[in-house]
């Protein structure tokens, strides 16, 4: 699934369309993750959520074929779309968790178009509600979840009191693939619909981008003879 | 998105990232900008996602092996067993049996899909969930509850024993013999090139109870381990390693007289009825070769440079390729709409799967052999895919009735009286 992209002739952003869109590696994780728990009868009911133009629903319907009870669509598309990033996300899952009473939220630790990182950590601080990031193992216990994070050092073990955020690591799980079966009883389940304004959520971002480009095209490199003209080579460029 | 600044890293909108970052050394199944011969378009939402779980599947599960089952003819029973567990043992078997209950376009799109990652494999699935079909259309309670469930987890495998020495495109001709002794058949005759056989569990034999002709002939089942039941040497062939093909032999082969499927005299029909749905699932996998092949011939067309420029600017491989690409969509509609035709119990059903595989397997062993010429010298070479593909579907242009019978098929219709 290796689209090349490309940088739209106006600079404004990456060309999007005509190219197949599916589910975020670390959020298919997160959704194996919460209808594990849901098998194993640790949590009663797991909400698929998606926020995006109408396409999104695909989505949400891959992730009810892999067990997720229902859906919600909430609905952003045109300049709002374009402009939505994590901060409005997590305002708008921060007001879904409330409405929704929810106990834990589950996410991918970042998406993969954009690599921000940020949605879960900011839903967590929205909620003021604890935050297990990275995770590569979860367990609950009672009313508190332990949580095994991926740092740069290793890995830390931290227990979090529920209502809880967690995102997932890649070493979290194996998705599973969605069975025939599912995948017809998924087009019975409810994926309801609603806007941000139904949230009470401003969309109004506080990030503009000026502008897009593709990487430099990596220049080639030069050779040197000995490490006296390597020295005069990085001081002539002024890296030394 | 980016903060003020230029964005400096390189987006991926969809990368195979997915599966604990599995590469994909046979990368056939990219979804990206060839739209024109994308496979989904047309299908309803529900047969997308079908689709893209069998697609996901055969990525995963299969291309990256199908070099080595290839080499060294690994029948790959747990990744079929695998399969299994998503509802591709039964795939148009009913639910209440153990199947999936589809209908025959839904399966056609997932073989197709499943067959970019390996159609030796997806082939043999394919005769299996015939057979699975066979018992559920035509046993009683029992037989289905006896074997249907077990074959659509694959707990059990199926074999489809028609073809004999003696006859192959005469199939009505058949000389192996089921002697009723009291309350049970005793057969004694051989079956040749048997997919499966010696391999699998369950053997539907086609044998004569009657008189000669079509209207002499049953259908039995016969479980591995039977007394009299024994195979031939495993045969070496040019494709579809990955599944074992010997001869089977019946010598005083006793099999209780509730093996039976139907009626006596109305095997021959069975065996055919299960072939029609079995000439589309062969056309579809040809299909997912092709697909396949167009796109590792694109790939390489935009990589490789000859004469300054890459491939891709001749106009010659410009235009091959658009050919191979309209009969690819072509071949595509032809299937599907056989398919339609089948699960709609069409008048012209029997005859539009005929024409279906005759033309699907012949366009599509096209589609990969010019493939594998855009590929120059590679091509030949076993480190790349497509030899194995044009090896693997060259049989389909043979087996399940030869593309010459489908000719008979349709000719007959066109020229009988009722025509």
Same mark, same amino acid.
């Given at each position: 699934e290796n689209t090349k992209i490309r940088v739209k002739p106006d600079h404004s952003g990456v060309v999007t369309d005509g190219v197949k869109h599916s589910m975020n590696p670390f959020c298919e994780i997160a959704v194996e993750e919460a209808v594990k728990l849901k098998e194993k009868k640790l949590i009663k009911e797991v909400v698929a959520v998606s926020c995006g133009p109408t396409q999104v629903t695909e989505t949400i319907r891959t992730a009810l074929a892999m067990g997720c009870d229902r859906g919600i669509h909430v609905e952003v598309s045109g300049k709002d779309y374009e402009a939505m990033g994590p901060l409005q996300i997590s305002k708008i899952f921060a007001a879904l968790a409330k409405k929704e009473e929810a106990s834990l939220i589950i996410l991918g630790k970042?998406?993969?178009?954009?690599?921000?990182?940020?949605t879960g950590q900011m839903t967590a601080a929205l909620l003021d509600w604890p935050q297990g990031t990275f995770a590569s193992e979860v367990t609950i216990d009672g009313e508190k979840v332990k949580v095994v994070r991926e740092i740069d050092g290793g890995l830390e073990t931290i227990k979090i009191s529920m209502p809880a955020v967690l995102t997932a690591d890649l070493r979290l799980n194996t998705p599973r693939y969605a069975t025939l079966p599912n995948i017809m009883k998924a087009k019975k389940k409810k994926i309801a619909n609603m806007k941000p304004a139904d949230l009470g959520?401003?969309?109004?971002?506080?990030?503009?981008?000026l502008r897009v480009d593709e990487p430099p095209t990596r220049l080639a490199g030069v050779k040197v003879e000995t490490v006296d003209d390597l020295v005069a080579k990085l001081r002539a460029n002024g890296t030394i | 998105m980016a903060a003020v600044g230029t964005f400096s890293r390189v987006v991926r !909108?969809?990368?195979? +990232?997915?599966?604990?970052?599995?590469?994909? /050394?046979?990368?056939?199944?990219r979804r990206g900008i060839?739209?024109?011969?994308?496979? $989904?378009?047309? !299908?309803?939402d529900e047969q997308k996602e079908f689709q893209k779980m069998a697609f996901d599947f055969a990525a995963n599960e299969m291309s990256p092996h199908m070099a080595e089952w290839d080499e060294k003819e690994i029948f790959p029973v747990e990744t079929m067993r695998k399969a299994a567990q998503l509802g +591709?043992?039964?795939?148009?078997?009913?639910?209440?049996?153990?199947? /999936?209950?589809?209908?025959r376009l839904d399966t056609s799109v997932i073989f197709e899909a499943l067959s970019t990652g390996c159609v030796s494999t997806t082939a043999y699935l394919s005769i299996h969930n015939m057979c699975n079909w066979m018992i559920d259309t035509f046993g009683n309670t029992e037989q289905r509850e006896k074997y249907c469930p077990e074959l659509c987890m694959m707990d059990k495998f199926a074999s489809y024993c028609l073809t004999e020495p003696g006859s192959?495109?005469?199939?009505? /001709?058949?000389?192996t013999t089921a002697k009723l002794e009291g309350d049970h058949y005793v057969l004694n005759g051989s079956k040749a090139f048997i997919s499966g056989g010696g391999d699998t569990d369950v053997y539907i034999v086609m044998c004569?109870?009657?008189?000669?002709?079509?209207?002499g002939i049953s259908c039995v089942v016969v479980e591995k381990d039977t007394p009299g039941l024994s195979f031939g040497k495993k045969e070496k062939k040019m494709?579809?390693?990955s599944q074992p093909t010997r001869a089977v032999i019946l010598e005083d082969c006793r099999v209780p007289?509730?093996?039976?499927?139907?009626?006596?005299?109305?095997g021959f029909n069975i065996a055919m009825r299960g072939l029609n749905g079995g000439r589309i699932n062969i056309a579809s996998c040809s299909l997912g070769a092709a697909h396949a092949c167009v796109q590792l011939a694109r790939d390489h067309l935009l990589v490789r440079k000859q004469f300054g420029e890459?491939?891709?600017?001749n106009q010659f491989l410009q235009f091959k390729l658009a050919e191979m690409a309209t009969k690819l969509v072509a071949s595509r509609l032809l299937v599907r709409e056989a398919a339609l035709a089948l699960q709609e119990g069409r008048s012209d059903a029997v005859s539009l799967c005929s024409m279906a595989k005759l033309f699907v397997t012949d366009e599509c062993f096209n589609i990969c052999n010019q493939a594998l010429q855009m590929h120059?010298?590679?091509?030949?070479?076993?480190?790349? $895919?497509v030899q194995q593909f044009v090896r693997d579907i060259r049989v389909h242009q043979i087996l399940e009735g030869t593309n010459e019978v489908m000719r008979m098929i349709i000719a007959r219709s066109l020229l009988s009286e009722s025509g």
């Open positions: 970042q998406a993969i178009d954009d690599d921000c990182n940020q959520v401003d969309m109004v971002s506080r990030v503009e981008v | !909108l969809s990368s195979c +990232f997915g599966r604990r970052c599995r590469l994909i /050394s046979n990368s056939a199944q060839a739209s024109c011969i994308d496979p $989904a378009h047309g !299908l309803s +591709f043992g039964g795939i148009y078997v009913q639910p209440e049996v153990g199947g /999936s209950g589809l209908s192959g495109s005469d199939a009505a /001709s058949l000389l004569r109870t009657g008189g000669k002709g079509p209207k494709g579809w390693n007289v509730t093996s039976r499927l139907g009626q006596e005299g109305q890459t491939l891709s600017s120059g010298g590679y091509g030949y070479l076993k480190d790349y $895919a």
